[in-house]
Antibody, heavy 120, light 111 residues
């Protein structure tokens, strides 16, 4: 059974930092692309970041609103990915989902999400 | 980059058929695969359609997907509507290089 379990969400002040983690199991992690998708309260889904496999150089791509502030890492030895979020803004408040995506764009598995609240 | 535009909301009666559109601006709808996700309140999204018209195992055949190059749009059709189909639906596509794009979502009411 595929499992993606996010952790690390919480309350942080504007300008602060937070690191989200996602523990993966039940599939071949090292050949998987992982993404983060967020959903602000009452709003739609928004792609945040993508990381490809280590054999592809662990290439990362970011949505424009987070580029330069967020950094996506993977550790194939522990089957985990992390999203380091810096210079947080109130508009970053959202539930963050960790998901797998194939090269055709199919997001096939989703975690349960972790809530990040940016507020003073 | 491109955008995917969906109607904000739709409403239909049980037993009827509803079609949700997803119009691409910036490039051809046929350039990249389109997926459709269902999200019920308080739950993570779940895939209804992938690669334009493929159903994951376990998704009823009441759900079907298509693309139409003439209107540069994709569509999700749900036939024999059930109250349990009431949810938000999102289309999504990946440009193959740098961007994953979601449509704004359509709130479907079945009543």
């Amino acid at each position: 059974e595929v499992q993606l379990v996010e952790s690390g969400g919480g309350l942080v002040e504007p300008g602060g930092s937070l690191r989200l983690s996602c523990a993966a199991s039940g599939f071949s992690f090292r050949v998987a692309w992982l993404i983060w998708v967020r959903q602000a309260p009452g709003q739609g889904l928004e792609w945040v970041a993508l990381i490809k496999t280590n054999s592809e150089g662990a290439r990362t791509d970011y949505a424009a609103p987070v580029a330069g502030r967020f950094h996506f890492f993977r550790d194939d030895s522990t089957n985990m990915v992390s999203l380091q979020m810096n210079s947080l803004k109130t508009e970053d408040t959202a539930v963050y989902y960790c998901s797998t995506m194939n090269w055709k764009g199919y997001v096939d598995y989703w975690g349960q999400g972790t809530l990040v609240t940016v507020s003073s | 980059n491109f955008m995917l535009t969906q109607p904000h909301s739709l409403s239909e009666s049980p037993g009827k058929t509803v079609t949700i559109s997803c119009t691409r601006s910036g490039g051809s709808i046929a350039s990249n695969y389109v997926q459709w996700y269902q999200q019920r309140p308080g739950s993570s999204p779940a895939t209804m359609i992938y690669e334009n018209n493929q159903r994951p195992s376990g998704v009823p055949d009441r759900f079907s997907g298509a693309i139409d190059s003439s209107s540069n749009s994709a569509s999700l059709t749900i036939s024999g509507l059930k109250t349990e189909d009431e949810a938000d639906y999102y289309c999504q596509s990946y440009d193959g290089s740098k961007s994953v794009v979601f449509g704004g979502g359509t709130q479907l009411t079945v009543l």
